[in-house]
């Protein structure tokens, strides 16, 4: 049976596995009470924050308390953690190796990172490593008075010290217990067959208290995203953004095209039949829509889920420039509140039939396959006058879930797991103290503004939970060709839409039709990954522009 879930629980479980994806989801989306919702298709967002939520208190918790009794054990055994940190740094060896030869993301730009802690903490060690060598290379310490004397004058042995033999226990029971914990998450919480958002019954031993830690502090934030997804409640769809790419939660822009083309009528001595662009928008929609009467058409009959919804795409910095004229104030009435969900019907008219720099009408048709997993949406643009017609088309493509999240359904159920990891974490704790600590001290703050500034940050957004969650490439070939399958299929129904609708009004389409010809001639060849290679083009060019990453501010 096909989970529906399963997008939600992978990112849910990611939360407890990746800690920046954690701290990313919470800076985007609970930090500023202002930031418009974006759209995130097959995840309920706010199981997802809320385990982002639990997870940061957990780990800073955690972190915590390891800093101050790994302090305590170093004051108390200074020699011995010494001999601790090399061994951290030969243990961390291989993952330091593994982050520098990783290619960075360029979807995932954000949010401040810490500063270096772990150079700072390296360069600390490597002092204090020196500084003990030759303490005991001479026979002093740093915590004697300085005075040296004779052993042999010695008449009581030195006592062993018991402090370190107290510390180590909790350090490792500290460890263990959070290894244990999310474990227990990964393999019982989030398991394919029993997962709940949220969970209302102890599955095991404090889970719900787990589950929950943090979530008081956030309790009016996380509110606000059980209203469902942004595309929720009647009229056209707002999407206010920062940055370059306005299709926030669409994934990657695949291939896109437009046209402009002369509205010449077919017959010089009969007139047109004059249309809105409303009307030729509908018959789109109609058109584009039946292609779910056909179960052959699509695998598993995917298309008989496809969706058309209007969306209104505003710019942050645009909005806030422009507080106080009628098409802001119908955006963002209040700017100490979120952007509307919704356009009021008058106003979003108004903007298809004449579109602003910054307030652009789109219809967006959305096909979600694989189980959420895959899912393809494409935004038209029309424009028109008596004499000419714009037709802008934007597929896009929201990738699978990254492989290492769904590791969890192949994660081992046996309880040696967590013991392995508690020795993994404890050999190499030392290299990550500083970072632990800066963890565990530094907050994430919301955007400061000065007396009477709008900052556009705190309204516009970059990216949804299901964008951070993101592969870079498709699972297999069925995944990259049934993406082909329905970008193509919406394309050729959509050309043709157009063409049928203009004849039917006595307009001439032997132009339109030349360059619908260009569009189906720029990529017949499937080959490559979702961001390589194919032929497009007049030309039968090569590059790599199947799939656009766009800059993000």
Known sequence: MPEKDGVTRYLCAAAHLDRKFADDAIREFLT????????????????????AVAARTRRRTRDAVLCVLVLLFAFAAPLTTLWWAVIAVIAALPRWGAR??????????????????????????????????????????????GSRYDSRYEEDPEPVPVVPFLIAPLIVLVVLLDRLAVWSMLTTSFRRDRFRAPTTTDRWLGERRVRSLGHRAHEAELAAWDGGDASAGAGPVTTVYRGYDPFVGAGLSYQPWSLAFPLDPKDPERAVTPFTLAELYDAVQHDLLSLGRSAALSPSNRLSGLTAVERVVVPADDLVARVGEPEAAAVLPDPRGRPNRTLPREVADR???????????????????????????????????????YVEWTPCVLLPVKDGYRAIDRMSRTPWWPVVRTLGVLARLPVTFFGRLWHATMPILPIR?????????????????????AADDVQDYFQRTDLERYIKLMEARL?????????????????FMAQANQVFSKNVHIEGSVTGNVFVGDHNRSGNVSATARPNG
């Open 449 to 469: 503004e000065q007396r009477g500034q709008v900052r556009a940050e705190r309204y516009g957004a970059l990216r949804s939970l299901r964008e951070m969650g």
């Open 32 to 51: 500023e009470p202002t930031r418009a919702f974006a759209p995130s298709p097959g995840v309920d967002g706010g199981a997802v924050l809320r385990e």
């Open 100 to 145: 520098l030869a990783k290619p960075s993301d360029p979807r995932n730009p954000q949010a401040k990172s810490a500063p270096p802690a772990l150079f700072v903490g390296l360069v600390v060690a490597a002092l204090y490593l020196l500084v003990q060598i030759v303490m005991y290379t001479t026979g002093e310490s740093l915590f004697d008075s």
């Open 495 to 511: 050309l043709r839409s157009i063409g049928r609708f203009l004849e039917e009004r006595g307009i001439a389409v032997t132009e």
């Open 351 to 389: 903007v298809l039939a004449g579109p602003l720099e910054w307030m652009r009408y789109f219809r967006c048709f959305q096909v979600q396959t694989w189980d959420l997993d895959l899912v393809v949406s494409s935004y038209l643009h029309l424009g028109s006058d008596e004499r000419m017609l």
